[in-house]
């Protein structure tokens, strides 16, 4: 449940809103679709490319194709928006990731674990 209070003149409205499937904060990036450009970070994947989806309802997908024409893809995460940076919550750990917008549209994440570039799909 969502509970939102709307102000206007003197007074204030309180509505609770019954979220199907939970209430996520997703935007800016729910519904976006990225290919990263670059990645820097300790276990970088051997990858030729990488894309990452963002979805409405919280679920982060990772779809990686190797040189050989191998693909792999990650649907087991979810992501949370709060403020300037997302949780990613996988099935045996989490973490935080930094995020911004260039002025060309490129979406440049950073966390312990890696930075990366990513432009829109």
Known sequence: MRITRLRFGLGSLVVATLCAGGCQSTAPLGGTSWDVVKVLASTRPDAEAIEVEFARDG???????????????????????????????????????????????????????????????
């Open 59 to 121: 679920r982060l997908t990772t779809t990686t194709r190797d040189a050989d024409g191998t693909i792999a893809v990650s649907d087991n995460e979810r992501y949370r928006v709060h403020g300037r940076m997302f949780t990613v919550t996988q099935p045996d750990h989490r973490y935080d990731v930094l995020y911004r917008f260039t002025d060309d549209g490129t979406l440049v994440l950073v966390s312990e674990q890696f930075h990366a570039v990513l432009k829109p799909r």
